[in-house]
């Protein structure tokens, strides 16, 4: 019988710690995905390395900046004890307790660590995540992305004010709040942002996104509203390999060359429009109408792209992977509605713990749709089905659960030894179970916990039910398979349509590595 454990086992000793908070910090989920090791090195890079021994060094403070992305509300005393494991009882007895930092001293650790770590760290990590099976996110073998811009209100100092600058508003006033602008490319299958610029209000959208197309590649395509639309950063754009579909301004008429089958054309798109004389690209222009039933339809709208070869890709299909661009609106709601928090402020008062603070929510973000694709693969789902609120609530709980003494002393029992029974299955021996275990798994559910079995009737819900079976590092064996076939039958029954489908994927690796 394969067996994996995450819990401690009897025996097993609470490893060693001391008592500096980068031995005894652990933040879950973000540890995962910003490994220390990294972590170290970016800073390494950055010249932020300690020329000697802190309560806080920099390794902390990265996780701690985007520990403020997850606990947006929360001070900082709270949220670095929420990111701090056993603080109150790495040493036995009350004497031995380590003290939090004050508020000052982190405020200044912040301030030490600037922005570039962090901007460092988003940089070398964030990439696309979408395979080849991934709804949403691929159009004939290109991977669909999107370009758009938001802007952050930003703490009211004068420093900020000066840096970022205020939008104006009516009647000649200025907003409330000065705001920083961001410009990010985005997967629209995932919702993974993977690339960023950052600067002030008074930064247009368009010269942000300037530095952004360069790093563009090809077997992209890059959708694109009509506020992007312009010769130059077109030609930007195209020169890198990447296909482009971009939404035309109403003022823009390229000069017709060829009808196609489907309705669309290719024109030739000029640097001033109809002046012949001037630079020019050839485009193949979709013109459509979007009937949703109403009375009114709505366009008609145009689109322009690369895509010329009406055989390769036609005119709906083109119309359709349109539609994907919407996804970034949604990036953007999940980002400053449900992890920063609505109508917030970002609470850093000068602007470059602003743009820390802002990278770290990118960083934050990031793990958060890793931890999402995760789940949609294993349980076959498109990943625009994964609840943002649900997974950001369980990073949170990632970050705050080992505060319990129980937990905390079975994570440190393990936390030296659980890769390496991760990475090596091992065959329980036969002869190590004895009559009363053999009968106890005949009669109860069978599901190894590492430190026991769970007694729960399959017909019985319960909440925390599938997150072992949703894990990578799960592993079974064909002897539970009418267990598995029960939860399964028992999923469908109840009209659970996720939770049947984790078993079904289940059960289908254990027929095939059967048969």
């Not at 652990?26 to 802190?54: K, N, W």
């Not at 770590?117 to 992305?145: C, E, H, I, M, Y």
């Not at 296909?243 to 290719?266: E, Y």
């Amino acid at each position: 019988m394969g067996v994996v454990c995450g819990m401690a086992r009897a025996g097993w000793r609470k490893a060693e710690t001391a008592t500096r908070l980068s031995d005894l910090v652990s933040v879950g989920l973000l540890m995962r995905v910003f490994p220390p090791d990294l972590v170290d090195e970016v800073i390494a890079e950055c010249g932020r390395t300690e020329q000697r021994s802190r309560s806080l060094p920099a390794r902390v403070m990265a996780y701690f900046a985007m520990g403020l992305a997850l606990h947006s509300e929360g001070s900082y005393e709270d949220v670095l004890a929420l990111m701090t494991d056993g603080l109150a009882w790495a040493e036995s007895g009350p004497a031995g307790a380590v003290k939090l930092p004050s508020k000052s001293a982190i405020f200044q650790a912040r301030d030490r660590l600037g922005a570039e770590p962090l901007k460092g760290l988003f940089d070398r990590v964030a990439q696309p995540l979408a395979t080849q099976n991934t709804p949403g996110s691929w159009l004939a073998g290109r991977r669909l992305v999107a370009i758009d811009g938001t802007t952050l209100d930003v703490a009211d100092t004068t420093v900020n004010d000066e840096f970022f600058g205020r939008p104006g508003v009516s009647k000649g006033e200025r907003s409330a709040f000065p705001q920083a602008r961001l410009v990010a490319l985005a997967e629209c299958g995932t919702h993974a942002i993977f690339d960023a610029e950052i600067g002030p209000c008074t930064t247009s959208e368009l010269a942000l996104s300037r530095l952004l197309v360069d790093r563009l590649e090809p077997g992209m395509v890059l959708l694109a509203d009509r506020g992007f639309t312009g010769f130059a950063l077109w030609q930007q754009a195209a020169a890198t390999g990447a296909d482009l579909i971009w939404r035309a301004k109403s003022n823009v008429t390229p000069r017709h060359l060829q009808t196609f089958d489907d309705g669309s054309w290719l024109g030739e798109l000029r640097s001033k429009n109809r002046d012949l004389r001037s630079d020019h690209v050839i485009v193949r222009v979709v013109d459509y109408s979007i009937d949703d039933g109403r009375d009114t339809s709505t366009g008609p709208l145009r689109l322009f792209t690369t895509l010329v070869d009406p055989a390769e890709v036609t005119a709906i299909e083109i119309a359709a992977a349109y539609a994907q661009r919407w996804e970034i609106e949604s990036v953007f709601d999940e980002l400053k509605t449900h992890q920063r928090g609505s109508k917030m402020v970002l609470r850093s008062k000068s602007p470059a713990l602003v743009l820390q603070e802002i990278w770290g929510h990118l960083c934050c973000h990031y793990a958060i749709r890793t931890l999402m694709f995760a789940a949609a693969i294993q349980a076959a789902v498109d990943p625009d089905r994964v609840s943002f609120v649900a997974a950001l609530r369980i990073t949170r709980r990632s970050l705050s659960r080992i505060a319990d003494r129980t937990v905390a002393d079975e994570y440190f029992a393990v936390s030296e030894k659980v890769e390496a029974l991760y990475n090596q299955p091992r065959q329980l021996p036969p002869d190590a179970e004895g009559n009363e275990m053999l009968k106890l798994r005949k009669e109860m559910h069978q599901r190894m916990l590492g430190n026991g079995h769970c007694a729960r009737p399959v017909e019985l819900d319960c909440h925390f039910e599938s997150i072992c079976e949703s894990c990578t590092y799960f592993v079974t064996t064909i002897e539970f398979r009418p267990t598995l076939q029960r939860q399964r039958d028992d999923a469908e029954a109840k009209g659970q349509t996720g939770r049947r489908k984790i078993f079904d994927g289940i059960l289908a690796r254990l027929d095939e590595q059967a048969s």
